[in-house]
């Protein structure tokens, strides 16, 4: 670009400041320090913590351990999520319980061989402690997900400093109401990365994570497209993995790659050195695109983004038109409709340079881009839980 048309230094150094100052204001909503702890886990295992209006479970442990944790401090919840889980399915599938019971058992047994054993003996140890019986708590974790949603990562030119901003939007059935069985997980399994989801109570997989490495992860289900192919890993406990093992994009990828997958998903992943991709992958297939990468049938994809949505074309022209200015306080404004569909349940923006995470969760009546948003810094959550946890 001409030096002519660039602003002057003194006005990029405002908008830095401005920048600076929308992020503390965002962060201040609900930030760390207001972290309040509810309950603790008997064995030692757990926290079951509020930061402001929001719940936040923080397990440790072995499998066993964080699922015992998980059931005793949300035990009510659990049992709310699991009967709207059942109502939400049969409703959409015209199911009656034997029958719901019936479809999950099939998942079960083909995904079974693709799935690590630790993600079933944390499952089991969940439903034991919350009262539920281990079919049922099966049920709740590995039901086939539809998610019609929207993720997209940024980075140098597009955003403010050169930020990596990594933004998912969930768009599923407000009706349910699975938002009010929402929380804040924090995952610090033995031995493997400490991770957390913007997840529900009683499920232990992920659409919408990042890890202590920032590594952060989105998902975008492709409707009834795949559906069946479930001779694979289930794509809630794929992610989970990923956030488990892998510490950057490439390390992402090879587990993708390697792993037997269901259905068609799409994904967007980035981590703190600006890596990022978006796929879409089928149980046969791998559609991987770079930052910038343009693909037929596929509206413009800006320089250093990547991006999948339900509305594509809505989201390209919203990060054109704010290219080069994005921070957290404009790209919670470009998550809104038509971005964000009527029935968006959740949305989240990750900063995985600093671990941030600003979040808002669907109301009663309304849809999360319309919610306020709160803050967390998984860094601040890890310490905030070893420093409770010690004698």
């Known amino acids: ?83 709207r889980v059942q109502t939400s399915i049969r409703k959409d599938a015209h199911l009656d319980a034997a029958g719901l019971l019936k479809l999950t058992a099939q998942i079960q047994r083909r995904v079974g061989p693709y799935t690590p054993k630790r993600f079933f003996a944390e499952c089991d140890a969940l439903s034991k402690a919350a009262g539920l019986t281990k079919a049922d708590g099966r049920c709740l974790n590995f039901f086939t997900e539809q998610f019609h949603c929207s993720g997209v990562a940024l980075r140098g030119k597009a955003t403010i400093g050169g930020q990596v901003l990594h933004a998912r939007v969930l768009d599923f059935t407000t009706d349910a109401g699975f938002q009010k069985s929402a929380c804040v997980q924090v995952f610090m399994p033995k031995g493997r990365n400490a991770w957390m989801s913007l997840g529900y109570a009683g499920m232990i997989g992920t659409v919408t994570a990042m890890n202590e490495k920032g590594l952060a992860i989105g998902e975008k289900g492709n409707g009834d497209a795949g559906e069946g192919d479930w001779d694979g890993m289930s794509m809630t406990l794929l992610l989970r993995d990923i956030m488990e093992r892998a510490s950057s994009v490439d390390e992402a990828m090879q587990i993708l790659t390697n792993t037997p997958r269901t259905c068609d998903f799409c994904y967007v992943v980035s981590d703190k050195t600006g890596a990022m991709r978006a796929m879409r992958l089928t149980a046969k297939k791998m559609i991987v695109l770079k930052p910038g990468q343009q693909h037929a049938g596929w509206p413009h994809v800006p320089a250093d983004t990547v991006l999948i949505s339900m509305h594509p074309q809505e989201l390209s022209k919203a990060l054109q038109k704010a290219y080069g200015k994005i921070d957290v306080p404009r790209l919670i404004q470009i998550l809104k409709r038509p971005v964000a569909s009527d029935s968006n349940l959740h949305d989240a923006i990750f900063a995985p340079q600093t671990l941030d995470m600003w979040f808002a969760d669907a109301g009663n009546n309304t849809c999360a881009c319309d919610e306020p948003y709160a803050h967390v810094n998984l860094k601040q959550l890890i310490d905030s839980y070893r420093s409770a946890a010690k004698p």
């Open 1 to 83: 670009m001409n030096s002519l048309c660039q602003p002057p230094a003194y006005w990029r150094l405002f908008c830095w400041a401005a920048a600076v100052i929308g992020l503390c204001a965002t962060a201040l909503a609900a930030g760390p320090n207001d972290l309040k702890i509810v309950a603790r886990d008997p064995a030692g295992h757990g926290l079951l913590c509020r930061c402001g209006p929001k719940t936040i479970l923080m397990v440790s442990g072995t499998p066993e351990q964080m699922g015992a944790a998980h059931g005793t401090l949300l035990r009510q919840q659990v049992h709310q999520m699991y009967q």
